[in-house]
């Protein structure tokens, strides 16, 4: 009996642009700006992006794209220099190495997948954070991991998008 995958869509996609995989990361950057109040249970959306397309196109964003936007974040923040950075840098680093597990799965246990890339992440932040002096933030900080992975459905659904339009519209063939 071989094993198949069980993706829930046989379509074929287009190659993904460059320049979408930055918009999207510049996109996530303004997301994790907005003033909330230190909401519980926000997602770390630069970490959410970041760990997508880490997986899903591991050779075109590397770890040097993952540790600038990571300093960006840490300008933007006011944060300990190097928090983000070394957080993103490990997540672009696990999962481009796990790209090829994840994939074989379907989006429900691709999430599960990403749940400990995510916690770890923020495990990494905290823990730099209280190297610095910082306090404790508190257990309501992971809940942002468990959201992160409510939205890992509609957001690969949203930035898979633009790869499922065909290149030239063809009534005779169905993909």
């Known amino acids: ?9 046989r ?20 997301l994790n700006l907005i003033p909330l109040g230190d909401a519980p249970g926000m997602p770390d959306w630069v970490a959410l992006v970041l760990a997508f397309w ?3 196109e591991p050779l075109r964003l590397g ?4 540790f600038v936007i990571g300093l960006l974040m840490d300008v933007a923040t006011g944060s300990i220099m ?10 672009s680093y ?4 796990l790209s090829r597990r994840i994939l074989w799965f379907p989006l429900a246990q691709q999430a ?9 992440t923020q495990t990494v932040m905290v823990v730099t954070r209280l190297i610095g002096g910082a306090d404790f933030p508190g257990w309501g900080y992971f809940l942002g991991s468990f959201s992160g992975v409510l939205l890992w ?23």
Request: proline content about 9%; aromatic content about 10%; hydrophobic content about 55%.
């Open 1 to 9: 009996m071989a094993i198949q995958p069980s993706h829930s869509s």
């Open 94 to 97: 696990a999962a481009g190495g």
């Open 11 to 30: 379509r074929i996609l287009l190659p993904v642009r460059q320049w979408f995989i930055l918009f999207s990361l510049v996109a996530a950057f303004f």
């Open 63 to 66: 770890m040097g794209t993952a």
């Open 153 to 175: 459905f509609p957001l690969t659904f949203v930035l898979l998008l633009p790869q499922y339009q065909p290149i030239e519209k063809d009534e005779n063939r169905p993909i």
């Open 112 to 120: 599960l997948h990403i749940l400990p890339l995510l916690l770890a």
């Open 54 to 56: 880490s997986v899903r």
């Open 82 to 91: 190097g928090q983000h950075s070394l957080a993103y840098l490990m997540l």
